[in-house]
């Protein structure tokens, strides 16, 4: 008779890859859980970095609310244009004004020569040129003394054009310049002190020899004799000179230094009725300041509030949700804004005109006609702001003195934004670690099954072939039945 049956194989077509990949992409999971840990870590770190940094931005803007120099800064104006002002040392200007009356202005020397053609050509020789102090000009016999520099010679050679002289002259760095200047007579050449100032004076020797138009018309050593370039008009070097309250002073240039502490003076003309000059604590630096410190306030305020906000619609949270470090942060902010101090003119930010907003975001604002009010006593604003230190050191009691001194321990170093992001980065190391752990567990575990399924793919490759066997036997046993 004959003998049924069936065998059943699996062959040896186990995709070993496919179920290998399938297995451990469950075991994947923890791993892209340990770093979508880590990302959130990381957002956090970078969030508390900005947060210190603007912290830093705010600590740094009620600081500057404590130093003498904010407070000392002037501001200077003039009635008229014919005298500018501007400070030069806050710490050296006072408040008050003064009257500045100006009755002449610096001046080079200039000179020219008498017109020569273009084509003419110089003897050869020396001009030899001295700068100094010319004194008795309103009379017939001027006289120089020389100044400390030592005089400069400038070489012509025969033939040189009156063009060619004048490049020679300013190439020497003689402390003049000279040009040429064409008019219905010929070319004449014009020398012109380089600098203002009596003591810009100069005078010019000349000596040549051999053929061409003689030296000696460009000398200037005798202005009396009306020889040389004294033949013609001359403008002597001058000071500016001017009364300050009645007191004349004078400089070598149309700016005015040292004669009012602080304050330098640029003359620009002459005036015929006196320039009002005032000196006043510049109120501008100062709403700038305090504006600066309500920016600042306001922009570390925002970020906060978008860290630690929650959208109900979107039922999304914020970074810093919940957040206990942050929220402690810009709790104390706003109690700092609100305290007042115990004595002064101005006792709270409000009564300078600084107020929290109406809105919910807890931000600053700040009404500048209030402002400009309040630094009509500056010095009673500063007490407010920097306490009643002597000015040689931060004071301690003034209102920005605190808020300075809190922001400052929590930038600082081992401060509260510090522990925050070395616990941070504790989680960070201890998660990266966790990462590596579970790497190396799934590199060996994939090997193992690896290893498994392969030995059983081998021992179905043996059952295939023993199936195979048996199949060829019951097909020859039916056939000899």
Same mark, same amino acid.
């Given at each position: 008779?004959?003998?049924?049956?069936?065998?059943?194989?699996?062959?040896?077509?186990?995709?070993?890859?496919?179920?290998?990949?399938?297995?451990?992409?469950?075991?994947?999971?923890?791993?892209?859980?340990?770093?979508?840990?880590?990302?959130?870590?990381?957002?956090?770190?970078?969030?508390?970095?900005?947060?210190?940094?603007?912290?830093?931005?705010?600590?740094?803007?009620?600081?500057?609310?404590?130093?003498?120099?904010?407070?000392?800064?002037?501001?200077?104006?003039?009635?008229?244009?014919?005298?500018?002002?501007?400070?030069?040392?806050?710490?050296?200007?006072?408040?008050?004004?003064?009257?500045?009356?100006?009755?002449?202005?610096?001046?080079?020397?200039?000179?020219?020569?008498?017109?020569?053609?273009?084509?003419?050509?110089?003897?050869?020789?020396?001009?030899?040129?001295?700068?100094?102090?010319?004194?008795?000009?309103?009379?017939?016999? =001027?006289?120089?003394?020389?100044?400390?520099?030592?005089?400069?010679?400038?070489?012509?050679?025969?033939?040189?054009?009156?063009?060619?002289?004048?490049?020679?002259?300013?190439?020497?760095?003689?402390?003049?310049?000279?040009?040429?200047? +064409?008019?219905?007579?010929?070319?004449?050449?014009?020398?012109?002190?380089?600098?203002?100032?009596?003591?810009?004076?100069?005078?010019?020797?000349?000596?040549?020899?051999?053929?061409?138009?003689?030296?000696?018309?460009?000398?200037?050593?005798?202005?009396?004799?009306?020889?040389?370039?004294?033949?013609?008009?001359?403008?002597?070097?001058? $000071?500016?000179?001017?009364?300050?309250?009645?007191?004349?002073?004078?400089?070598?240039?149309?700016?005015? +230094?040292?004669?009012?502490?602080?304050?330098?003076?640029?003359?620009?003309?002459?005036?015929?009725? =006196?320039? +009002?000059?005032?000196?006043?604590?510049?109120?501008?630096?100062?709403?700038?300041?305090?504006?600066?410190?309500?920016?600042?306030?306001? $922009?570390?305020?925002?970020?906060?509030?978008?860290?630690?906000?929650? $959208?109900?619609?979107?039922?999304?949270?914020?970074?810093?949700?919940?957040?206990?470090?942050?929220?402690?942060?810009?709790?104390?902010?706003?109690?700092?804004?609100?305290?007042?101090?115990?004595?002064?003119?101005?006792?709270?930010?409000?009564?300078?005109?600084?107020?929290?907003?109406?809105?919910?975001?807890?931000?600053?604002?700040?009404?500048?006609?209030?402002?400009?009010?309040?630094?009509?006593? =500056?010095?009673?604003?500063?007490?407010?702001?920097?306490?009643?230190?002597?000015?040689?050191?931060?004071?301690?009691?003034?209102?920005?003195?605190?808020?300075?001194?809190?922001?400052?321990?929590?930038?600082? +170093?081992?401060?509260?934004?510090?522990?925050?992001?070395?616990?941070?980065?504790?989680?960070?190391?201890?998660?990266?670690?966790?990462?590596?752990?579970?790497?190396?567990?799934?590199?060996?575990?994939?090997?193992?099954?690896?290893?498994?399924?392969?030995?059983?793919?081998?021992?179905?490759?043996?059952?295939?072939?023993?199936?195979?066997?048996?199949?060829?036997?019951?097909?020859?046993?039916?056939?000899?039945?």
């Amino acid at each position: 008779m004959a003998i049924t049956g069936t065998v059943t194989s699996s062959g040896t077509n186990i995709d070993i890859d496919s179920i290998v990949s399938k297995m451990m992409a469950i075991e994947q999971t923890s791993v892209t859980k340990l770093q979508t840990q880590a990302s959130a870590l990381q957002s956090q770190v970078s969030a508390v970095g900005t947060v210190k940094s603007m912290l830093s931005t705010l600590s740094d803007a009620a600081t500057a609310l404590t130093k003498p120099t904010l407070w000392a800064t002037k501001a200077a104006a003039s009635s008229s244009a014919a005298v500018g002002v501007k400070v030069s040392d806050s710490s050296l200007a006072s408040t008050g004004s003064f009257q500045v009356s100006v009755s002449q202005l610096a001046r080079s020397q200039s000179v020219s020569s008498s017109a020569v053609a273009a084509t003419d050509g110089f003897q050869a020789g020396t001009l030899s040129i001295q700068v100094g102090t010319w004194s008795g000009t309103s009379g017939s016999s =001027p006289s120089f003394a020389a100044g400390s520099a030592a005089s400069v010679d400038v070489a012509i050679g025969e033939g040189d054009t009156l063009t060619t002289v004048a490049s020679k002259i300013n190439a020497a760095g003689a402390g003049v310049t000279a040009s040429v200047v +064409t008019d219905l007579s010929g070319q004449r050449l014009v020398m012109r002190s380089a600098s203002t100032g009596e003591a810009a004076g100069f005078k010019v020797t000349a000596s040549g020899s051999g053929s061409g138009t003689a030296l000696s018309g460009l000398a200037f050593d005798a202005p009396g004799s009306g020889a040389g370039m004294a033949a013609n008009s001359v403008q002597w070097a001058a $000071n500016s000179v001017a009364t300050v309250d009645g007191v004349t002073v004078t400089s070598a240039t149309n700016t005015v +230094t040292g004669a009012v502490p602080g304050l330098s003076l640029t003359l620009s003309q002459l005036s015929t009725d =006196p320039v +009002t000059i005032t000196s006043s604590t510049d109120t501008n630096a100062l709403t700038s300041a305090i504006q600066g410190f309500v920016n600042a306030y306001n $922009n570390i305020n925002s970020q906060i509030n978008s860290l630690t906000s929650y $959208n109900a619609d979107t039922k999304k949270a914020g970074l810093m949700q919940g957040d206990s470090m942050v929220t402690g942060l810009q709790t104390m902010m706003r109690r700092l804004t609100g305290s007042a101090n115990s004595s002064g003119t101005f006792t709270t930010l409000s009564q300078l005109g600084i107020s929290i907003s109406k809105s919910a975001d807890g931000s600053l604002t700040l009404d500048s006609t209030k402002l400009a009010e309040a630094l009509a006593s =500056p010095d009673a604003v500063k007490t407010f702001f920097m306490g009643t230190g002597d000015g040689t050191a931060n004071s301690t009691d003034g209102w920005a003195s605190r808020f300075s001194t809190f922001t400052q321990g929590a930038v600082g +170093t081992d401060g509260t934004l510090d522990t925050r992001s070395a616990s941070l980065q504790k989680q960070l190391d201890a998660n990266s670690d966790d990462q590596a752990k579970e790497t190396d567990r799934m590199t060996l575990m994939e090997s193992r099954l690896r290893a498994q399924y392969s030995a059983l793919d081998a021992k179905l490759s043996t059952l295939t072939s023993l199936d195979t066997y048996v199949k060829q036997q019951i097909a020859q046993w039916n056939k000899s039945s």
